[in-house]
């Protein structure tokens, strides 16, 4: 069934219009509102409303008067009719377009433009676990304050990382205070793309989700809304940076596998086993084919400690030939480091533990029982299971040499 324009006529204003617009060659001047057929809603508020309608025209310039909200974008309204051509626009607080139709009949009306302030939507997270994999289910809660109820409408929600999203608003809000005086307050953040074409999918570094169903959005409500369930593998893991607690606690968190073909935005979420909930924990934005670190918390499952097993120190004086006849005294400092890990499991059950710890960058290393998984100039990592109530150790050690000149 097609949407029909709601057509109101403003009485005498109306009729002044109209016999002002047949003395111009003028076939109708027409007020109407169209209704709202999808809005897109962005992270930082801006919504993108896009009204559709139709309508009998005959050929000729008619004159349209279109309800425009006072809090919309004025420079980022667009108006288009099927089989016609916009003459001119005059932009008041109810644009009044011009147009040139140039074939008799049904013509399809399209009125779109940014509202800045004019939604809000978050997701919130169920996550279920489960051994080896997990279900993550996802509401978005949203609110639309376009100052009418919305009936039966398509909603679009925009995604992307948090820093990404900040930064271009940054930019924008640097550009429109560097904007002339007499330039519109609310301007259009000029790195948005068009939207009015947008199916869900990606958009340079952001995602639009389309929820699958038209729904209704009633004024300053807020309602929540299903917008994905994915099943992905998951795993628990313990982490322990070595370098920066010595003793622990070491931190459990659960990594997930995002095999879906959307990303998940930031948000909260609740933990839950066999529909028991857990904890509330942070789901952070995890892009498709990467994995989500989500953090639980410190652990009393395992036992950590890092020390100095060993340390020694040697001197030697050397003469270095700087020339056929010349040669000079330096001092020869070597410096050997042997450092214990060791990690004890408190609990009944095989658990993965992954282990990183810093390293001078110019040490040489000497012994590594056992072989770390990764290594850098300054690291080590180990990625390591703990048997059942194991008390796991791991060795390494490093030398460092370094010279300097003594002068006579």
């Avoid at 559709?52 to 008067?65: A, C, I, K, Q, Y």
């Avoid at 002339?180 to 947008?198: Q, T």
């Avoid at 596998?257 to 998940?264: G, I, L, Q, S, Y």
Wanted: glycine share 6%; no cysteine.
């Amino acid at each position: 069934m097609k949407i029909h324009i709601l057509i109101s006529a403003l009485l005498l204003g109306l009729l002044a219009m109209t016999m002002a617009g047949a003395a111009e060659g003028i076939e109708a001047t027409t007020a109407i509102k169209l209704p709202v057929d999808s809005i897109t809603i962005y992270p930082d508020g801006l919504v993108f409303v896009r009204r559709l309608g139709s309508m009998n025209v005959t050929v000729g310039d008619h004159e349209f008067v279109m309800n425009v909200p006072e809090d919309a974008s004025q420079d980022s309204v667009l108006f288009l009719v099927s089989n016609s051509s916009i003459v001119r626009t005059v932009y008041e607080s109810m644009p009044i377009y011009t147009v040139k139709v140039l074939s008799e009949g049904n013509q399809d009306f399209l009125l779109s433009y940014l509202m800045n302030g004019a939604g809000t939507w978050v997701p919130n997270y169920f996550i279920h676990l489960m051994n080896g994999s997990g279900v993550v289910t996802s509401n978005a809660i949203i609110s639309a304050s376009l100052g009418e109820d919305l009936k039966n409408i398509r909603i679009k929600l925009v995604a992307g990382p948090t820093q990404r999203i900040l930064e271009r608003y940054a930019d924008y809000e640097a550009e429109a205070a560097a904007a002339p005086a007499a330039a519109p307050k609310e301007m259009a953040p000029s790195y948005l793309p068009p939207v009015s074409g947008i199916s869900t999918g990606e958009m340079e570094t952001l995602f639009v989700f389309e929820l699958e169903n038209r729904t209704d959005l009633a004024a300053e409500k807020v309602v929540g809304l299903p917008l994905f369930e994915d099943m992905v593998p998951m795993r628990r893991l313990y982490t322990w940076d070595a370098s920066l607690s010595q003793e622990g606690p070491v931190r459990e968190e659960i990594v997930a596998n995002n095999t879906a073909n959307h990303p998940w935005p930031a948000g909260k979420a609740q933990l839950l086993r066999s529909g028991e909930y857990l904890t509330s924990v942070q789901m952070p934005y995890t892009p498709k084919g990467s994995n989500a670190s989500i953090v639980i918390g410190a652990s009393s499952d395992l036992k950590v400690s890092s020390r100095l097993k060993d340390y020694n120190i040697s001197e030697e004086i050397l003469a270095l030939r700087s020339g056929e006849n010349l040669t000079h005294p330096v001092k020869k400092t070597t410096e050997n480091w042997t450092y214990q890990l060791e990690i004890e499991s408190t609990v009944d059950r095989p658990v993965a533990v992954e282990v990183t710890d810093t390293k001078p960058r110019e040490a040489e290393i000497l012994v590594v029982d056992p072989a770390p998984t990764e290594s850098t100039a300054t690291s080590l990592k180990w990625e390591v299971t703990v048997l059942p109530r194991q008390k796991l150790q791991i060795l390494y050690s490093y030398r460092m040499v370094r010279t300097e000149t003594l002068i006579d």
